[in-house]
C-alpha cells in the first residue's frame, strides 16, 4: 500500500510511510523524493560504472604483473638449479684443478733438470769446438 487517506474525492490528511501524516496529498513530496532517489541511484551507478572500468583495468595490470612475475620465477629457478650444478661440479673441478697444478709443479722440475743439463753439456762442449775463421 503506497497512501492512505481520509475523505472522498482530495485528500484532506494523508499518511505515508518514510513521509508521515501530511495535510492534503502526500503525492507531489512522494514524486518528488522518488525522483531525487532516482537521480542518485543513477550517480550511484554512473560511479559505480567507472570504478568497475578502473577495477577492471587494475584486474588486467595485476594479471600481466603476475604472468610476468611467473616468468621471473621459472628463470629464476632455472638459475637455482644452475646454482646447484656448479655447486655440485665444484668439488670435482677443484680436485681436477688440484691435480693440474701438482702435474704442472712436476713438469716445471724436469724443466728445470734438463735446463740444468743443457747448461753443463754446453759447457762441456764449447770448449772442444774450434773455432773457424771465414
Do not use: C
Amino acid at each position: 500500500m503506497e497512501q492512505f487517506a481520509v475523505g472522498f474525492g482530495h485528500a484532506i490528511v494523508s499518511w505515508r510511510k518514510g513521509l508521515g501524516f501530511r495535510w492534503g496529498s502526500s503525492t507531489k513530496e512522494y514524486e518528488k523524493r522518488a525522483r531525487e532517489h532516482s537521480e542518485t541511484l543513477q550517480v550511484r551507478l554512473k560511479s559505480a560504472q567507472v570504478g568497475l572500468k578502473s577495477a577492471d583495468k587494475h584486474t588486467r595490470r595485476l594479471e600481466q604483473a603476475n604472468a610476468r612475475g611467473d616468468q621471473q620465477l621459472k628463470v629464476l629457478q632455472g638459475r637455482l638449479e644452475d646454482v646447484d650444478h656448479l655447486r655440485r661440479a665444484l668439488p670435482v673441478t677443484d680436485r681436477a684443478l688440484s691435480m693440474a697444478r701438482d702435474q704442472l709443479m712436476a713438469i716445471e722440475a724436469k724443466l728445470d733438470i734438463l735446463e740444468g743439463a743443457a747448461n753443463v753439456l754446453d759447457l762441456r762442449t764449447r770448449g772442444h769446438v774450434t773455432p773457424t775463421s771465414g
